[in-house]
């Protein structure tokens, strides 16, 4: 089993910048992938971004190219996504997930992910 931890989230006005991060522990070895998600009041969980162990291939979803950057450091199990530019409607839970592999071709969808963390508040006030 592997256990996530997110943290960084907080209240930002439109503009400003936060990083979250995402704390794996537990069976680390098996991560081949991780990804960010997040869902807003009253709408589903969507992808935001995800990152290959192996070789750091980056994914992202259309809204957030250019703003945010998705990063990992293997030795402190941790993934990070840096978020610039926030805009009011990046206002979400956000979630890091992580599996046991990495799919090149569906990586934004949540089954191919098997570990989830518990979730972290942005809000982004206009």
């Known amino acids: 089993q592997v256990q996530l931890v997110e943290s960084g989230g907080g209240l930002v006005q439109a503009g400003g910048s936060l990083r979250l991060s995402c704390a794996a522990s537990?069976?680390?070895?098996?991560?081949?992938?991780m990804g960010w998600f997040r869902q807003a009041q009253g709408k589903e969980r969507e992808f935001v971004a995800s990152i290959s162990w192996s070789d750091s291939r980056t994914q992202y979803t259309d809204s957030v190219k250019g703003r945010f950057t998705i990063s990992r450091d293997n030795a402190k199990n941790t993934m990070y996504l840096q978020m610039n530019s926030l805009k009011p409607e990046d206002t979400a839970v956000y979630y890091c997930?992580?599996?046991?592999?990495?799919?090149?071709?569906?990586?934004?969808?949540?089954?191919?992910?098997?570990?989830w963390g518990q979730g972290t508040q942005v809000t982004v006030s206009s």
């Open positions: 537990g069976r680390t070895f098996s991560i081949a992938g």
């Open positions: 997930a992580a599996g046991n592999s990495y799919y090149t071709r569906t990586y934004y969808l949540q089954h191919r992910y098997d570990y």
